[in-house]
């Protein structure tokens, strides 16, 4: 486990500079305000030194890893928007975005140090979810391309459901370590798969199917699968019973059956996944057929950045950024992005089996899946590996609640491997990691 990541930390840096400096001398992009810049890396830069000084045992190499990710978006996004009408100041918003999502990220470092006090609370967080999740169906939710996922609060519009996985992981992380010996042993059966005592399993399925039926509502197909196969994956570490991930598949393709005979929004999404081109200039299909154009076009080594053509695709600068990033950076560039997520990942399952307490370990893993997940849904639905489903690249799309919610899920993961790395006690017990 890394203790130190200084020299990441300054290369992501470096990186994110050289993205602005090509943009503004080579294409000629309107310099942005110094203070765009500054901003941006002192708030990364006093995040890390406070961990290193707060958390001194804890993986810093992941603070390294989001600063590259949200770098490479910033560039993305300035390069995407700065010269059209409208969104020109996209890219000083999200700015803000990522100082907000900082500086939740240094309070959790502060404050929750003894981060075992949420699992106290975990019903309230299970409560708290749900009503996130049926925040968006009171007169202050409005719609989006067909989903109905945002509310207004005052000037700021904010995406509950980001804000809600993060409550159920903590839910089903101190649930499944309390119950997770009856939970492991059986008492009936469901289409001949064991199950445990209805008392045990129940708040586990309550809280599933709850969140499931509140999504599908609100035609959130990205977050409906996000937050079936989190939890199905931690009910897998907490048990070790395979018997529950089948069971989990056999629900999901009955529900996806269901959903595509009877929501017309899921047609149109398997319709653009199954053979766009006849649809290419429509709605339900254009997104897709421009993704695939650009990262075609981008090949091996990408048009270089700000020659490709992907201001083509509607709203690229959050669902599709990843089709940007393969376009003008090729297949090389796209690589070292998904590498990047690849590292945190790792790094998050390695803080996930150095945890001491099955509460910590579950709420590792949960957090990591989250992450991986979500990087899988999004890449596959913009490469047409998967129905696309509308979720946002970690750390790297625009968005507010994205941008917040992660750093919110870093926090804990740093303050989880604190306390891991301590237990441990020297250098010698990560080598190797």
């Known amino acids: 486990m890394a203790r130190r990541a200084t020299i990441p930390l300054i290369l992501a840096l470096l990186i994110t500079a050289l993205g602005f400096a090509t943009l503004i001398v080579v294409r000629g992009a309107t310099s942005p305000p110094l203070i765009y810049g500054a901003s941006y890396a002192g708030m990364l830069i006093i995040v890390y ?13 992941l603070l390294a890893v989001v600063a590259l990710l949200t770098g490479i978006g910033l560039v993305m996004i300035f390069r995407l928007t700065y010269d059209v009408k409208g969104i020109e100041n996209l890219a000083t918003t999200q700015v803000l975005w990522i100082l907000i999502g900082s500086a939740v990220l240094l309070f959790i470092v502060l404050f929750f140090r003894n981060y075992e006090r949420l699992f ?18 009171t ?27 993060i409550a159920l992981v903590i839910f089903y992380a101190g649930y499944l370590a309390d119950k997770r010996e009856v939970m492991a042993a059986t008492s009936r059966s469901f289409l001949g798969i064991q199950l445990p005592a ?4 129940g708040p586990v399925a309550a809280v599933w199917v709850a969140s499931l039926v509140l999504l599908v509502l609100e035609n959130d197909l990205g977050d409906s699968l996000l937050f079936f196969a989190v939890p199905l994956l931690m009910l897998y570490v907490a048990t070790g019973r395979a018997a529950y991930v089948i069971l989990g598949v056999i629900l999901f393709a009955i529900g ?3 959903a595509y005979n009877f929501v017309g929004h899921v047609q149109l999404r398997v319709e653009a996944w199954l053979n766009p081109w006849p649809h290419a200039q429509q709605q339900c299909c254009y997104q897709v057929v421009q993704s695939l154009f650009n990262i075609a076009d981008g090949g091996i080594t990408g048009t270089g950045l700000g020659a490709g053509f992907s ?6 600068q959050t669902d599709f950024i990843f089709a940007s990033v393969a376009s003008e950076f090729g297949l090389l560039g796209a690589t070292v992005v998904l590498l990047a997520f690849l590292v945190f990942v790792y790094r998050g399952i390695k803080i996930s089996m150095l945890a001491q307490d099955p509460a910590s370990k ?46 919110v899920l870093t926090g804990l993961l740093l303050v989880i491997s604190e306390k891991a790395g301590k237990a441990f006690g020297s250098e010698s017990a990560y080598k190797g990691a």
């Open 49 to 61: 030194i406070v961990t290193r000084v707060w958390l001194p045992h804890a993986d810093a190499l």
């Open 120 to 137: 106290d609370y975990k019903y309230l967080f299970a409560l708290a979810a749900i009503v996130f999740m049926a925040s968006v169906a």
């Open 139 to 165: 007169p202050l939710g409005y719609e989006v391309n067909g989903a109905k996922l945002w509310l207004h609060l005052g000037p700021v519009s904010i995406q509950p459901s980001e804000f809600a996985r």
């Open 198 to 201: 209805l008392k045990y399993f």
């Open 256 to 258: 996806a059956l269901a």
């Open 311 to 316: 201001q083509t695709i509607p709203e690229v």
């Open 362 to 407: 579950l709420l590792a893993f949960g957090v990591t899946a989250m992450f991986a997940i979500q990087t899988l849904i999004i890449v596959g639905g913009v490469t047409k590996a998967i129905p696309l489903t509308g979720v946002t690249l970690p750390f790297v799309s625009y968005g507010g609640s994205s941008v917040v919610g992660s750093f």
